[in-house]
């Protein structure tokens, strides 16, 4: 079963930028859809990006469109988020996770292995 770690959450001003990384353990990326998750405080869990393992198709919510780019490492075992022009809104924890490619990445209630999460905080 995949194990995933994040990494690279922090404090951050309005407009900066923060790369997150997301590596997998007892499996290989090229198995798995990965998809990063927003929990903002006070809020439910939402997917804002994924890429598939499969034919490496991306897809971001429109929140972030623009802003964020996923991209993986498949020598590393890695998947990355890089958030450029944050907001006060994206504050929250980033989770990874990993699900079987029965269907397309984005369909986000199928993510079943999950991260520890990371923190993210945007001042304003």
């Known amino acids: 079963e995949v194990q995933l770690v994040e990494s690279g959450g922090g404090l951050v001003q309005a407009g900066g930028s923060l790369r997150l990384s997301c590596a997998a353990f007892?499996?290989?990326?090229?198995?798995?859809?990965i998809a990063w998750f927003h929990k903002a405080p006070g809020k439910e869990r939402e997917g804002v990006s994924c890429?598939?393992?499969?034919?490496?198709?991306?897809s971001y919510d429109e929140s972030v469109k623009g802003r964020f780019t996923i991209s993986s490492d498949n020598a590393k075992n890695t998947v990355y988020l890089q958030m450029n022009s944050l907001k006060p809104e994206d504050t929250g924890v980033y989770y990874c996770?990993?699900?079987?490619?029965?269907?397309?990445?984005?369909?986000?209630?199928?993510?079943?292995?999950w991260g520890q999460g990371t923190q993210v905080t945007v001042s304003s």
């Open positions: 996770a990993a699900a079987s490619p029965d269907y397309g990445c984005s369909v986000y209630s199928m993510y079943n292995h």
């Open positions: 890429i598939s393992g499969i034919d490496g198709k991306i």
């Open positions: 007892g499996s290989t990326f090229d198995a798995y859809h």
